[in-house]
């Protein structure tokens, strides 16, 4: 493989790096003002990155072809899959930012660039085919949300969030480098190939003990249980569209990270790491559901309604078949999706005076007043839920389908079973929307971003959205099929 | 069969009115609401017409691999042709009575209403075990927020409680049915009546959708639910819930439970008849002493189920068709009477049984239906009660003489509450001023309960017409279950060979069809 066949395979990367690079050159010279041209810019540069991704996923890419630099990194359909998903999303993320900041007159020209290095590190993380490059990518990811927690100045809730997330993050950050060091020395390889050959014969308890330290510094990342307490005062704390973006691009890059690791390095030994995947699924799902019924704050509900998500994603991951993998990924877009558009239309509510409302009770009789937003969110709610006809009851059957054809039917009803116990303050949201008399709180305009992704969000999990789940089942699988051919 | 989709169409009219409704001002709503249901009621006749009885099971196939793992396959046979008779029937019904009681936020509701159309189809023509799963669950959120929006005061309550009990008995259906996908390679559902699951898989698999359907039904003990939603929910409400929505429980005992599980639904039939017994009883004695009227209806619906539930597995043609029957009548009954308290809420406001008395002096018209449908729920012969009823208990007679003897008790029961609650309403002195300055019937609640009436009647004196399309479905599924059927303890003589010519002479042409039956 020569250097230049490299250098085209990691195209997507390279576009974003140099991109970012000169419009952080831009920023610095053109200063906050050009805020709002460096974010269109930084728009251009992600769709850029995602027509490069979009024809490998396409021409679902795989095998040996697509191993960029001695197999640092793969360029397959697997990481293309995850890639476009992160795009999409952060673009949302940087169409949603200006208006929120403008209230607090924090606009900067660095939001956008700062989006586009995280992008940059999830590209990377999710085309790692080494521990090496899984750790800069993951590295590279933190550092720019970090800053990103806490970009809102103003507010000391942004600051504590920001604190927070970065000693947390960095203490995962030190869990995982242990596991890897471990595995590391004990199978003599830092590659994803070489380590699952090396675990293909047997798993010594040095290198079990890797595997889990490597699982639990991913655990952190994805927010699952049991590592999952920074997310709701993260969430709650830092500037909604950042809120927006932590809770779908980086999980994307995280889940998909997971899947590689556990699926590909780790996959000749998925019987010593299944329990710990079990237990995190139903961990989460039962504590994100219990843990949002008692919230007031729409973001914390949120947050733990986020980590809810990574448990039903967890159940694929337990069944460690190419079904499994696929479900995943039919539920990670159908979460993004579903996220996003949550996100948007908290970022809608807006009091008299321009302030977000975030309390629940301060929705009450939005039904009434403000009848499109509540419509679409009573719509997200229910197919977050998995309430049929809404698409999130799509991705949860996926996923179900995966753990039951794996034999896991155990799983799979407790699972299901958990999910009721989520109905409810899914329902909670609703009911304050349409059942309760009106606070009269949320007033004021939306602008055409917002109601555009509002509205497309809500058209992709509608009942229309069915009609995709055939192109997506299909290109998910093709990605699954390029995971498990690396492995 | 025919080029024009027509069951398709059915779901497409509610679909499109529904959503138009969302923008139209309260008089345009109530109309375009009225004008689709009528439409689909037109279109249900023409289903009904152009149905071959006698003809393939399955009729009106349409099928098209719109989606990832599951397909849009719809078709009915002669039993969910009745089943969406029912629901086309009252959908017009329902859109009438809440003309002038509901007047806020008019055009969402009538839009749920025109949703809650288009599952109830979708639901009974579905042909893909995850297509009618969509179907079965979606009916949650547009019921959720009739309840919730325009119930009564406890209605918060209410609708959590419908939704997270229904939800709840329905979820773990769906892993059952990812297994059995998972099994048997397909989500067609007549293949899937066709497959032989392992016995040992039966059980689990039967006890899965028993979750599910006994919650809809609802059978004791999981019946709580119903008489709070019941209560809160507005007129229309009550009586799509009791009308259409109680009937799912029973059609997909019928559809799937029994079909697909034979060995298991015999296994497990003494659960289903000792909860059936219990739930007769016990329901009955409490609707002895309800004050709302509401609530009493709604325990009589849960006794009433318990007869369809106990006819379906009597394993013998007589059962499955009385509980058939006894699914419509009741589809009609309870929905009547819950337009008949309707009528006199909308005109006092409560549903306190003491608040009224002597209606028959000022309202003779409303008396005068009140009592049929009375009559009906109680089971007089001439009504479709009666005919459901006999036809039941009859065929569960040959496998258990004690149920049948609990149950029939039941029944004397359910005259007793029913004929209490018509004399405290309709006779006696009038006591109270307000009552006894009501109106008779309008023009509106004529044409509302004139048609039921006249359905009720039809179906009580002549129940050929509503038994001749599901004969040989009826007929199809017991010879399915012949093979795991229970022996019986009331082991009828064999009839004398003159006797059984006798009879023949006169029967009616069916019964030489259906094989078994009135032996």
């Given at each position: 493989m020569d250097f230049a066949q490299s250098l085209r395979l990691i195209a997507p990367e390279f576009i974003l790096s140099v991109g970012g690079l000169v419009l952080l050159l831009a920023a610095a010279w053109m200063g906050d003002k050009a805020s709002r041209a460096i974010s269109i810019a930084s728009v251009a540069v992600l769709a850029a990155a995602a027509a490069f991704t979009a024809s490998v996923l396409g021409s679902g890419a795989m095998g040996a072809d697509t191993q960029a630099f001695f197999g640092q990194m793969r360029a397959d359909a697997f990481a293309a899959f995850a890639k476009l998903l992160i795009f999409a999303a952060a673009a949302a993320c940087l169409m949603i930012a200006p208006r929120f900041f403008d209230r607090w007159k924090a606009m900067r020209a660095e939001y956008p660039v700062l989006i586009l290095f995280a992008?940059?590190?999830?590209?990377?993380?999710?085309?790692?085919?080494?521990?090496?490059?899984?750790?800069?990518?993951?590295?590279?990811?933190?550092?720019?949300?970090?800053?990103?927690?806490?970009?809102?100045?103003?507010?000391?809730?942004?600051?504590?969030?920001?604190?927070?997330?970065?000693?947390?993050?960095?203490?995962?950050?030190?869990?995982?480098?242990?596991?890897?060091?471990?595995?590391?020395?004990?199978?003599?390889?830092?590659?994803?190939?070489?380590?699952?050959?090396?675990?293909?014969?047997?798993?010594?308890?040095?290198?079990?003990?890797?595997?889990?330290?490597?699982?639990?510094?991913?655990?952190?990342?994805?927010?699952?249980?049991?590592?999952?307490?920074?997310?709701?005062?993260?969430?709650?704390?830092?500037?909604?569209?950042?809120?927006?973006?932590?809770?779908?691009?980086?999980?994307?890059?995280?889940?998909?990270?997971?899947?590689?690791?556990?699926?590909?390095?780790?996959?000749?030994?998925?019987?010593?790491?299944?329990?710990?995947?079990?237990?995190?699924?139903?961990?989460?799902?039962?504590?994100?559901?219990?843990?949002?019924?008692?919230?007031?704050?729409?973001?914390?509900?949120?947050?733990?309604?986020?980590?809810?998500?990574?448990?039903?994603?967890?159940?694929?991951?337990?069944?460690?078949?190419?079904?499994?993998?696929?479900?995943?990924?039919?539920?990670?877009?159908?979460?993004?999706?579903?996220?996003?558009?949550?996100?948007?239309?908290?970022?809608?509510?807006?009091?008299?005076?321009?302030?977000?409302?975030?309390?629940?009770?301060?929705?009450?009789?939005?039904?009434?007043?403000?009848?499109?937003?509540?419509?679409?969110?009573?719509?997200?709610?229910?197919?977050?839920?998995?309430?049929?006809?809404?698409?999130?009851?799509?991705a949860k059957l996926v996923v179900f389908q995966a753990a039951v054809d794996a034999g896991m039917i155990a799983l799979a009803v407790i699972a299901i079973a958990g999910s009721v116990i989520g109905a409810f303050y899914y329902l909670k949201v609703v009911k304050v929307m349409f059942f309760d008399d009106p606070a009269d709180k949320v007033k004021g305009a939306n602008d055409w971003a917002h109601w555009a992704l509002l509205i497309v969000s809500t058209l992709v999990i509608s009942p229309l959205g069915y009609l995709l789940t055939g192109w997506l089942g299909t290109l998910a699988d093709t990605a699954s099929a390029a995971l498990f051919l690396a492995a | 069969m025919g080029a024009f989709p027509i069951l398709s169409t059915m779901l497409l009219v509610p679909l499109v009115a529904g959503l138009a409704c969302f923008f139209l001002q309260a008089k345009a709503a109530r109309m375009v609401a009225l004008v689709a249901t009528l439409i689909d009621l037109g279109l249900g006749v023409v289903l009904w017409a152009n149905y071959d009885i006698g003809g393939a099971q399955w009729q009106f196939v349409e099928r098209a691999e719109l989606f990832s793992g599951f397909s849009y396959a719809l078709g009915i046979d002669g039993i969910a042709l009745l089943l969406i008779m029912l629901s086309v029937f009252l959908m017009p019904i329902c859109i009438l009575a809440s003309w002038e009681s509901i007047e806020t936020r008019v055009g969402e509701y009538m839009a749920a209403f025109l949703f809650m159309e288009l599952l109830m189809i979708g639901v009974f023509a579905a042909q893909d075990l995850l297509l009618f799963y969509i179907f079965f669950e979606a009916g949650l959120i547009p019921m959720y927020l009739i309840i919730g929006i325009w119930g009564g005061k406890d209605r918060i309550y209410a609708s959590y409680k419908f939704f997270l009990y229904t939800l709840l008995g329905s979820v773990v259906m769906l892993v059952a049915m990812l297994w059995m996908i998972g099994e048997a390679g397909t989500t067609d559902i007549p293949t899937l009546m066709q497959y032989d699951f392992p016995p040992a898989a039966q059980t689990w698999l039967f006890l899965a959708f028993f979750a599910s359907f006994a919650v809809k039904m609802p059978m004791w003990p999981v019946h709580t639910w119903l008489p709070d939603a019941h209560v809160q929910a507005p007129t229309a409400g009550s009586v799509i819930l009791a009308g259409v929505l109680l009937k799912m429980g029973g059609y997909g005992f019928i559809r799937f439970s029994l079909p697909m599980f034979p060995e298991a639904s015999a296994q497990l039939a003494w659960l289903v008849f000792a909860l059936s017994m219990i739930a007769v009883i016990v329901t009955s004695l409490i609707a002895l002493v309800q004050h709302d009227m509401k609530k009493l209806i709604a325990y009589s619906s849960v006794a009433h189920m318990a007869i369809v539930t106990i006819g379906l597995f009597a394993f013998n043609v007589q059962g499955l068709e009385g509980a058939m029957i006894v699914m419509l009548s009741h589809g009609l009954v309870s929905g009547a009477l819950f337009l008949c308290v309707g009528v006199i809420y909308d005109r006092l406001h409560t549903r306190e049984i003491d608040r009224y008395g002597g209606l028959s002096i000022n309202m003779p018209n409303y008396a005068l239906f009140f009592m049929l449908f009375t009559m009906a729920s109680i089971g007089l012969p001439g009504t479709s009660g009666f005919v459901g009823e006999f036809l039941s208990l009859a065929g569960v007679y040959q496998i258990s003489t004690w149920v049948t003897l609990v149950c029939t008790t039941g029944i004397i029961l359910g005259a007793a509450y029913m004929l209490y609650l018509y004399w405290r309403v309709a006779f006696g002195v009038q006591k109270n001023a307000d009552a006894a300055a009501m109106p008779d019937l309008n023009a509106r609640e004529w044409v509302m309960l004139a048609p039921i009436a006249a359905a009720v009647l039809w179906m009580g004196v002549y129940p050929e017409s509503f038994l001749a399309p599901m004969r040989k479905d009826i007929a199809a599924l017991d010879a399915r279950l012949s093979r795991a059927a229970p022996e019986g303890d009331s082991k009828p003589a064999e009839a004398r060979p003159e006797q059984v010519r006798r009879n023949a002479a006169n029967a009616m042409p069916h019964h030489d069809a259906a094989d078994g039956e009135g032996h």
């Open positions: 992008v940059l590190g999830m590209s990377i993380m999710v085309s790692a085919g080494d521990l090496m490059t899984l750790y800069i990518g993951l590295e590279m990811n933190s550092l720019a949300a970090y800053v990103l927690a806490a970009f809102l100045r103003v507010d000391s809730r942004s600051e504590e969030a920001g604190l927070k997330y970065f000693v947390l993050g960095a203490l995962a950050s030190g869990i995982l480098l242990y596991g890897m060091s471990l595995t590391y020395g004990f199978t003599g390889t830092t590659s994803f190939a070489g380590i699952r050959a090396a675990l293909a014969s047997g798993l010594s308890t040095g290198a079990l003990f890797g595997v889990i330290f490597v699982f639990a510094g991913l655990a952190f990342k994805i927010a699952a249980v049991p590592f999952h307490m920074w997310t709701p005062d993260v969430y709650e704390g830092a500037p909604t569209p950042v809120t927006t973006f932590f809770a779908t691009a980086p999980k994307v890059a995280a889940v998909a990270l997971l899947m590689r690791v556990a699926l590909d390095a780790f996959g000749a030994q998925s019987d010593a790491w299944r329990q710990i995947v079990i237990f995190a699924a139903l961990a989460s799902i039962v504590v994100g559901a219990l843990g949002a019924i008692g919230q007031t704050n729409i973001k914390r509900l949120l947050a733990y309604s986020s980590i809810n998500n990574v448990g039903f994603i967890l159940v694929g991951l337990a069944a460690a078949t190419p079904g499994g993998a696929s479900a995943m990924l039919v539920y990670l877009a159908i979460y993004v999706a579903m996220t996003i558009g949550s996100f948007v239309a908290v970022l809608m509510l807006r009091d008299a005076e321009g302030n977000q409302v975030e309390l629940i009770d301060d929705m009450a009789g939005l039904s009434r007043t403000s009848p499109g937003i509540a419509w679409c969110l009573a719509l997200l709610m229910f197919s977050v839920a998995g309430i049929p006809p809404l698409l999130g009851f799509f | -």
